[in-house]
Structure formats: C-alpha cells, structure tokens
C-alpha cells in the first residue's frame, strides 16, 4: 500500500539521499557509526519511545478538531485576572498568525529586530502611561509571578539599616487574587522571607514591613482608595507593589499618581485570547530611581553608528547572563508576541477608543449592579471598574443561581463564602446583559420581563475616583486605527526583522526548529481560545484529554513518572524543579541541605534560579576538553557532603557535547545524599536516543519553546515543563482554585500556557517515537556536517570523546581575532549583511559562535550557511594581510544599512558591491537593513524606555 504523506519528512529538512551525502561528508557510513561514536552507549535506550502512533497533518486536524469541541464554550463573568476580550482580526492575522513575528527570537541582535523593538517599546509606553510609572519593562511571565518580581525586587532595595536590623516581611493585602497570594507564598518561603496576610486598612506598620503588595481593583473587585496607606507605608519605610488592571486604568486615577512604587498586572484583556490560562504577558512598571534592579528585559532608544536613532535591549549588564547568581531575577524567556499583540491594541484603539471600551465595560457593570439590587440582590463592592460582588438573599442558593446561569452557558464566580462574582468584560453586549439578568430575575422569582435594548451610560464611580491625566499621546497611538493603516504599521515593521521566514537561525541552545503551520493552526479554535482557566472541570474535557495525554508523552519521553505543565518559562522550570527538590529533602528532615553544584559552563539562568530558590549555587570548574573537570567535582561533592542538596547539570552540556561520565556525575550526587536536575535545553539532542530518567537525574525541564516546536516569539512565549522520578511526584506544584493543594505553586494558572501546549501536542502526536528519533539523528548530523565544513577556516573549540560534536558546535574565533582584530561580534554583525541571523555569541565560550542548525535545515541551507561563514573567514583574512584595514573593513562597518550604501557618498576602501552583495545568492534575496551598528553603551548612559510626552 502507498503510505499517507507523512509529517516527519515535511518537518526534517534533510532528505534521505542528501543524509548519505552528509555521512560520506564526515566519513561514515551509516547514522547509526554517527550516534554510536557521538553518545556514549551506556546511556542509550533499549526500546524505541512508547508513544501514540504518527498521524498525518490531515488526521491530526481532524483530531484535535474533536478534541477541542469537548471543551464547552460558556460566557465567561468569573474575571480574577481573566476575561474574555476582542482579538482584532488583523492583529490575530498579521502578528499570531505570522511567522516573520511568531519565529523570531529575543531581540539580541537589535540591527535584525528593529521591528519587534518598536513594538515591544510601544508596550512599555502603553503600561507607562496607563500606570504613570515612568520606566516599564517589555515584559513578564503572568501577573502572579510579576508579583513575586515585585517583592523580591522590593527586597534587594532595602535600605542599610532594614538590611542591618532584619527586616523580612512582606505585607500582602488579603484582598489579593488567590493565585497570586499562592505564588507570593511559594517564592517567599523558599527566599527566607515571611508573609503576612491582613487588612491593610488595619496594618500598624508596628511591625516592620519592607514591602506591601496590594491590588487595584482588589481581589473582589472593589476600588479601594489606597493614598493613606501608601503614605503610612512610606513613612515606616515600606514600598509599595500594586496589582493592577490596565483596562481600568483607563478611567480610573493610576498608581503613580497616589504614590505606588512598582505597578504589575496582565495584559490580557488587551485583546489576547484566554487560552485555558495563558499565555499573555504581565506588565512591570516602576520608578526610574529603581531601574537596575528591574527584572526582565527593557527595550530602549540608543543610536546607530551614524547617530541615527536605533532601538536596542537596554541594560543588559542586570541579566542573568551576565549577572548569574547576583542578577535581579532569572527571568530570560518572557511574553514578547502577547506583549507586541497587546500593544497593538492599544496602537489600534488609540487612547479614546481604550477609554470608550473601559466606560463601555464600567456602564454595563453599574446597569447589571442596579438591575440586581432591584430583584432584591445585594451588591457589595461599593465601588468598582468592571467587577460586582454578589450576597445571595435569603432563601436563594448557590446552587440554584448555578443551575441557572450554567443552563444558559454563563460562568460566574463562586467564593467560598458564598457570593457570587460577576465581572464584566468587553465582549459583553446587550443580548449577554439579558440572558445574565433573565437567569438572576428566574431565580429570584422576579416577574421582571427583559427587553433587548440599548444600554444605558452610567457610572457608579466617584469623581476623586476617576483618572484625569491623559495618556498615549504620542502619534503611534493616534494613527493607525483603521485596519488599512494598521495593516501596513504592522507590515512596516515586520520588514525590519529577520525570522525564520528569511533563513536558518542558528542559535545554539536556542533550537530555531520548524514550527510548522499544522501545529499552530488549532490555536485558532474557539474551542482553545475562549476557555478561562478556572472553568469547571466538566466544561474542559478537551484541554483535560490533551494536558494529561501531553504530560505523560513528555513523561515517557525524559524516563520520568510525571510531568507538570505549570511553569511558564525554562527558568520557571529550573526554579519549579529546584523547590521540588527543597520540598522533598525537607519532607525528608534533611532541609538543612542548601548547596547546589553548578558547572562553570552553565546557563545564566542555573545559579539565579538556585537563589531564587533558596540555595547557595557553588561552582564546578571545566577540564580543559570544556567537560565537568571530574577531580573537581570530587572535591566539591566531598567538601559540601553534608549540605549538598543538588547538581545542575545541562546535557548534552551548554558546550554541546556528550560527556561520557555523566553517568559517574550522577552516581556520586547520589552517592552524597543529593539529586539531580538536569537542564534540558539540550533535549533535542536526546529525544529517542536517550534521556535524563536513563541517564539518572531526578527531575529536568523542558524547554516546549525549543525542542518541541513551540515559537520563539521573539521572547516568548515559552513553556517549561518539569518531569521528576517516582519520589519527587507529591512535591510538584499546585495550584490553589483548581489543585486539590496550593503547595508549590508556581504560576497564575495550574497549566501555565495551557493554550500553547497544544503545539507540542501536535508536534509529537504528528512526528511519533521514529519520527521524534530520526529527528535527533539529523540534528546530531547538520551539527557534525557543518563543524566538518568549518573546522579548517575556524575551527571548532570541542569535540566529544570520539571526535564528535552533538546538536551543536562551538566556533573558535580567539585566534581570528588575534590575527586580524576582528571579534566575534564583528562576524556576527557581517552575517547581517548576507541575510543571516548570527549564531549564539560569546556563550558559553567568550570569543565564539556557537551555531545550532537543528534538523529542519535542508541540505541546500545548510551549504548556504557554511559558504556565508567561509566567506566571512575569507574577508578576515583579508584584513589579516593587510588588504583593507582595521578601521575600514566589511567586518568592522557591518552592517551595511540601506541608507549608507545608497548614499550619494561612499568613502570605503572597498566597494558597494562587497558591501551589500558579496554572495550570488545574496542579491537575489537582499535583506535589507536600515540601521548601522547600534551603540549600546550610548543608551544604557541615557536610558529611554518610552515614547512618553513630557
Ligand atoms: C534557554 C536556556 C535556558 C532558559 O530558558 P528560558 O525558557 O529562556 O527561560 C536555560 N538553560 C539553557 C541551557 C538554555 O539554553
């Protein structure tokens, strides 16, 4: 029979006649010679992977089709942090569904990514002004683990004094959404730092505090007037974080202007669909005086090398990259794609049509709210944006309202104590107005007929209450508001960036695989989309089958018991697994064991995810083949025996390369009364070959954003997952609305980006176990390809015990450099000028490249690359021997904007055509850019984060 088209041979790029071409090319025979001489054979899985046989993108689409009608759609009034919103058409078509702004990565190399940096700069500016704090981030991963941002950032500013007298408590406002107090807990336990829950109405600030963390609207939806406390707070020396919405903000006075230090919330409802939970992007905004100890990334204006405007990621030297276990917060992946969606939103509603939909969302609230009161219902926020608080009169149950909102496919709130909650949203219109007061009215007997007409304009809000400052008055957010012109913004800048639309990026680390439309197209269902997260069990069975379907395919893919979905990032992973592990020793008496074990060579985000987490990171030094040095090890491992609580370990290490004593590594940990968390970043040189439960750690993260097909973004989303062995199950995280335990947890929403854990659902169910493996096997072979076609020019820095590189290869350039003068930054910014995006630079090794291809190159990209890197290697040597100099060359100029090579004048000493066209190919598929070199240190001296009208 003639076999259906199958998925793999769509998503690796290497033909089967082009893979013998590619083994002669390394002088092997067959993959199998490749991956025995690349992973050591005592890690090797004897069984193929036990999952679900490969469907086809055709039987796939009908699958997940079906499996998304069994979540039932219901109209949404739970609110707490989620609301069903309007995704305009042309920001869903143009941006979410577009890959030059899906693929893309973080916006390291700011000459490529001049797009995103506008956008991402306009999103600062909508949650600057909307909170009137003046510098905000691009930013975080959700609105609970922005606040734990917030008080850990609250923490590292105390003064000497609170420093020297222990001050260690944080006050948290009881009104506060139950998922955030949940995350707050779980990082403030593991930080050392005590909680205290009460009314800050109440609070004598008696008892030192060194922050407070509130929410405006609070957590029953009240708008509680915070001037006099705030005042109290600074007094005794304590800031304040505020919670916040910034759909009301757009009516309502914003935190700024009554004193609140740091503002953070989520995005969401700027037009991002609910997704089960997420993802959408948290905003940060806080005072300039605090601008160091900002977490997460900050877009800024600096200029180019002919003083031309130029944005760029500012600040770089707080990250974690740099910074390691001394940074602000581990926070690397964040939300850029939500964040650019949302803030064309605002692009596309200007501020009067953000106004317009907040009075809209505010009238409606205060109709609903007399409405009720007139069927006898007491309504108890006596104040509110969008958010009414029902007490139910005598004689009417909970029950009974459920019955007859849930018959009518509306969700409202349920708290405990016996309310209901109904919040408000933009999509709320007259015909839902009818249907939610005809099932209150039937309920309470009321007689009261409801007509579908027009709703009246109200607002219960007082005048101190109301914003009077105007906001988004820059002309980005007052041009663009019909589809056409906005089509066309969004077009303008999408030109400026280099994705996976133009050609391989080949960061290392990073895995910039296929992330193919059949995998993303489903996120279009309604079915996905329109799901709050804290909807009744039996309303998501579809996202119910999928999760728990994807948590055990990951489980059986990394040898584990178990997986959880919940946390939002590789570094929340890292910090997810690290707590897993505190929770077990100390379930064990052995709570005293802090000290965890990190290679030299590791991710920034290891050691500021162990502090994060409680521990005291320790390094491990590197042999001088860039493996773990063995005798080191020892040494540590017997020096700290008695505190050792864990070993991260990456592996294949950051320097890709399979190290043959990982299993010794994991022996002697264990042997010490430690675990094993493995960072798995590097899992796409793993998958069906091997994995961490084999080779014998005790728990990893995934990274979904890299080796399992889920976008870059741009920056996020990303989604990283931990599986953990048999003994660490009871310790993964909870989640307090809808987990039987609020232990651990460690986002908003119990499955993190629910919605987009649908890609790697795809990914897997369409490639299955021989799909997934033949998968490794080719990245492990363009890896090897490509460092046989560039070991003479550059040379390759490791190789494995039998000479082998794995999914990735590091390039020497030290010696180029020393040569010629020419710095890897040099090389990276000339690959610009062939329409390349530069490899990972500088990381894990100064003075390198290291160049991931991954699996889903063809053959013919992957010689375009090598010719591309050749090339380069030629122009050095051509500075090398004197031919151009070192102030005047194609290396040191790169990249060549459009503006400078049509210029009327042209001073190099060397032609426009090397400049622009120095490749065939080149001219045929030109990328052009539009601004020189930027200067970095030039904006991080003057910082401007923000397209703010003084
Ligand atoms: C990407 C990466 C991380 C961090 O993952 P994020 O999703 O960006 O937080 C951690 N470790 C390694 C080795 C990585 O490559």
Not at 258 to 279: E, K, N
Not at 476 to 487: A, D, G, I, P
Not at 605 to 613: E, I, L, M, R, Y
């Amino acid at each position: 029979m003639i076999k259906m088209e199958q998925f793999k041979n769509r998503h690796i790029g290497i033909a089967e006649a082009d893979k013998q071409k590619m083994l002669e090319a390394i002088d092997l025979s067959s993959m199998d010679e490749l991956i025995d001489q690349t992973i050591p054979s005592d890690i090797r899985l004897k069984e193929p992977l036990s999952l679900p046989k490969a469907l086809s993108e055709q039987e796939y689409a009908e699958e997940i089709a079906h499996i998304a009608s069994l979540n039932d759609i219901y109209t949404s009034y739970i609110g707490m942090g989620w609301y069903d919103t309007v995704t305009p058409a042309v920001i869903y078509r143009n941006v979410f569904e577009n890959p030059v702004w899906y693929t893309s990565y973080t916006p390291y190399q700011a000459e490529i990514s001049q797009g995103r940096l506008e956008a991402l700069l306009n999103f600062q500016t909508v949650v600057s002004e909307l909170t009137a704090l003046p510098l905000a981030n691009s930013s975080l991963l959700d609105e609970a683990t922005a606040a734990a941002e917030a008080a850990t950032m609250m923490y590292g500013l105390r003064s000497r004094e609170q420093v020297k007298n222990g001050v260690e408590t944080l006050f948290v406002d009881e009104n506060t959404f139950p998922q955030t107090l949940a995350v707050l807990k779980t990082r403030m336990y593991y930080a050392g730092i005590e909680v205290v829950v009460g009314d800050y109405k109440t609070v004598t600030f008696d008892k030192p505090f060194f922050g407070a963390i509130i929410q405006y609207p609070n957590g029953n939806g009240n708008v509680e007037d915070y001037t006099d406390f705030t005042e109290r707070a600074h007094k005794a020396e304590c800031k304040v974080a505020v919670a916040t919405d910034l759909m009301a903000l757009a009516i309502l006075t914003p935190p700024g202007e009554w004193g609140a230090d740091i503002a953070f919330g989520s995005s969401q409802r700027f037009g991002i669909p609910m997704f089960y939970g997420g993802p959408s992007a948290a905003f940060f905004a806080t005072r300039d005086e605090y601008k160091r100890s900002m977490p997460g990334r900050i877009i800024g204006i600096s200029k180019d090398a002919y003083g031309r405007e130029a944005l760029r990621m500012a600040l770089q030297t707080r990250e974690q990259h740099i910074k390691r276990e001394k940074a602000t917060s581990n926070i690397c992946t964040a939300q850029a794609l939500l964040a650019t969606m949302s803030s064309f939103y605002a692009v596309y509603h200007g501020p009067e049509g953000l106004r317009n939909i907040a009075r809209r969302i505010h009238s409606i609230a205060t109709h609903v709210s007399e409405e009720l009161k007139g069927m006898g219902y007491k309504q108890l926020n006596n104040s509110y944006f969008d958010t009414l608080k029902i007490s139910l009169p005598e004689g009417i149950s909970m029950q009974d309202i459920r019955d007859n909102t849930e018959m009518r496919h509306i969700n409202l709130r349920y708290f405990e104590s016996g309310e209901v909650g109904i919040s408000i949203d933009e999509t709320t219109n007259v015909y839902r107005v009818h249907e939610l007061l005809a099932a209150f009215a039937m309920t309470a007997g009321s007689s009261k007929e409801y007509l579908l007409e027009e709703l009246p304009v109200k607002s219960g809000l007082k005048e101190s209450q109301l914003r009077k400052s105007g906001f988004l008055a820059h002309p980005t957010f007052n041009s663009y508001h019909t589809e056409t012109e906005l089509m066309r913004y969004i077009k303008r800048l999408e030109r400026k960036d280099i994705s996976l639309a133009h050609s391989m990026i080949s960061l290392g680390s990073c895995t910039m695989k296929l992330n193919a439309a059949s995998e993303l197209l489903p996120l279009g269902l309604a079915g996905f989309q329109r799901i709050h997260p804290f909807a009744p069990l039996e309303q998501v069975s579809g996202y119910t089958q999928m999760i728990t379907e994807l948590e055990e395919m990951l489980a059986e893919i990394t040898g584990f018991a178990a997986t959880s979905l919940q946390p939002n990032s590789g570094a929340a992973g890292e910090y997810a697994g690290l707590i897993t592990i505190a929770s077990y020793l100390e379930s064990n008496g052995e709570g005293h064991r802090k000290v965890v074990l990190i290679p030299a060579s590791a991710h920034g985000t290891n050691p500021a995810s162990a502090v994060q987490a409680g521990f005291k990171p320790v390094t491990v030094a590197s042999d001088a083949n860039g493996n773990v040095d063995m005798g080191d090890l020892r040494v540590k491992v017997e020096q700290y025996r008695e505190n050792l609580a864990a070993y991260m370990i990456t592996y294949p290490s950051t320097h890709g390369i399979f190290e043959t004593e990982i299993r010794e590594m994991c022996r002697l940990i264990h042997e010490a009364g430690g675990q094993v968390y493995m960072d798995g970043a590097n899992m796409n040189a793993q998958v069906g070959l091997t994995n961490p439960g084999t080779i014998g750690a005790d728990v990893c993260h995934l990274n979904l954003h890299k080796t399992f097909a889920i976008p870059h973004g741009g920056g996020g989303p990303g989604v990283g997952p931990i599986c953990v062995a048999e003994h660490l199950v009871p310790f993964l995280p909870g989640h307090p609305v809808t987990m039987s335990t609020d232990k651990n947890t460690v986002s908003g929403a119990a499955y993190g980006s629910a919605g987009v854990t649908e890609i790697t659902y795809a990914y897997i169910r369409m490639m299955g176990a021989e799909g997934l493996k033949e998968a490794t096997e080719a990245a492990i072979l363009s890896a090897n390809y490509v460092a046989e076609k560039l070991k003479d020019s550059y040379g390759i820095v490791y190789r494995g015990a039998r000479g082998r590189v794995g999914h990735e290869l590091i390039l020497e350039c030290r010696s180029l450099k020393e040569v010629s003068g020419i710095t890897e930054t040099d090389i990276a910014k000339r690959l610009i000028d062939y329409g390349y995006h530069a490899p990972t630079l500088s990381f894990p090794v100064h003075g390198t490249l290291m160049i991931e291809p991954t699996e889903s190159e063809s053959l013919a990209e992957l010689d375009r690359f090598v010719s591309v890197m050749n090339q380069i290697h030629e122009e050095i040597i051509e500075v090398s021997r004197g031919e151009y100099t070192a102030e005047d060359n194609v290396l040191v100029n790169a990249p060549h904007p459009q503006y400078e090579v049509t210029a009327d004048d042209w001073d190099h000493a060397y032609p426009r055509s090397k400049a622009a066209y120095p490749l065939p190919f080149v001219a045929e598929n030109k990328f052009w850019v539009n601004v020189a070199r930027v200067d970095n240190a030039y904006g991080d001296r003057n910082l401007v984060s923000c397209l703010c009208q003084q």
